[in-house]
C-alpha cells in the first residue's frame, strides 16, 4: 500500500543553520504531496504542496521538489529560527478519488538561539 | 482562506461517560471530513471518512460502535466517543478540503484534546 517515510527526529539546529528533512515514498502513479506543520498543541497547518512531478512548493522560506524518479519530497530552509520549532510532516494523497491523506511519522525540529 | 473549527480543544471526562467533538467547515462546504487520532509523539492515523449524508467509512481496526460519526449538514460532522476509557484519551483532529481543480490541499481543525479519567 502507499505509505510516507520520514527521517527520524530530533533535529537540533541552531538558528540560522541550513535545514534538510528528508521524505521518500511509495505510491502508484502520481500522488499529491504534502508538507505539513504542527506547533505545540496546535492542530496542523498546511506548509507547502506538489501536485506533479518537478513542481516545487514554497512557502515562509521552505521548498520540497517532487522528485518522481527518487521518489522524495525532501524539506529544505536555508536559515532556521527559533519560531521554526515544531512537528513536521510529510503527507500523500492518492490518485484515487479518496481524497485520504497518508502520513509520515512526523519529525521535530528543535532550533536553538 | 478556508477554515476549520474544531471544539471543544480540550476535554477531560469520566470513564464511562460519552464525549462529542465537532468539526465546522466555516466559510465552505464540505462533503467529505475526516477524523484523525494521534498519540503522544507519533504521527497522525485516519480513523474515518465523514460523507455528508450517508454512513461514514472506517478504516481498518476502529471500532465504528465506539467512534460515533455524524455527517448531518455539509458544514459539520461530530465525532462521539461513547463509553470512553483511558485508553481513548488522545489528541483527535479533522479535516476538510474545499476540493476544486485549482487548489488541492487540505484544512485541519485544531484538534480537541480528549483525557479519560
Known amino acids: 500500500g502507499d505509505s510516507v517515510t520520514q527521517m527520524e527526529g530530533p533535529v537540533t539546529l541552531s538558528e540560522e543553520a541550513f535545514l534538510t528533512i528528508n521524505c521518500t515514498y511509495t505510491a502508484t502513479g502520481y500522488p499529491s504531496l504534502f508538507w505539513y506543520v504542527q506547533y505545540p498543541g496546535e492542530g496542523l497547518q498546511l506548509l507547502l504542496k506538489?501536485?506533479?512531478?518537478?513542481d516545487k512548493g514554497s512557502n515562509k522560506g521552505f521548498e520540497a521538489t517532487y522528485r518522481k524518479e527518487t521518489t522524495s519530497f525532501h524539506l529544505e530552509k536555508g536559515s532556521v529560527q527559533v519560531s521554526d520549532s515544531a512537528v513536521y510532516f510529510c503527507?500523500?494523497?492518492?490518485?484515487?478519488?479518496?481524497?485520504?491523506?497518508?502520513f509520515g511519522s512526523g519529525t521535530r525540529l528543535l532550533v536553538r538561539p | 482562506g478556508a477554515v476549520v473549527s474544531q471544539h471543544p480543544s480540550w476535554v477531560i471526562c469520566k470513564s464511562g461517560t460519552s464525549v462529542k467533538i465537532e468539526c465546522r467547515s466555516l466559510?465552505?462546504?464540505?462533503?467529505?471530513m475526516f477524523w484523525y487520532r494521534q498519540f503522544p509523539k507519533q504521527s497522525l492515523m485516519l480513523m474515518a471518512t465523514?460523507?455528508?449524508?450517508?454512513?461514514?467509512?472506517?478504516e481498518q481496526g476502529v471500532e465504528k460502535d465506539k467512534f460515533l460519526i455524524n455527517h448531518a449538514s455539509l458544514t459539520l460532522s461530530t465525532l462521539t466517543v461513547t463509553s470512553a476509557h483511558p485508553e481513548d484519551s488522545s489528541f483527535y483532529i479533522c479535516?476538510?478540503?474545499?476540493?476544486?481543480?485549482?487548489?488541492?490541499?487540505?484544512?485541519f481543525g485544531s484538534g480537541t484534546r480528549l483525557t479519560v479519567v
Open positions: 465523514s460523507n455528508e449524508g450517508s454512513k461514514a467509512t472506517y
Open positions: 506538489a501536485t506533479k512531478a518537478d
Open positions: 503527507a500523500l494523497s492518492p490518485m484515487d478519488s479518496s481524497y485520504k491523506l497518508i
Open positions: 479535516s476538510a478540503t474545499p476540493f476544486s481543480e485549482t487548489d488541492y490541499g487540505y484544512t
Open positions: 466559510d465552505f462546504q464540505a462533503t467529505t
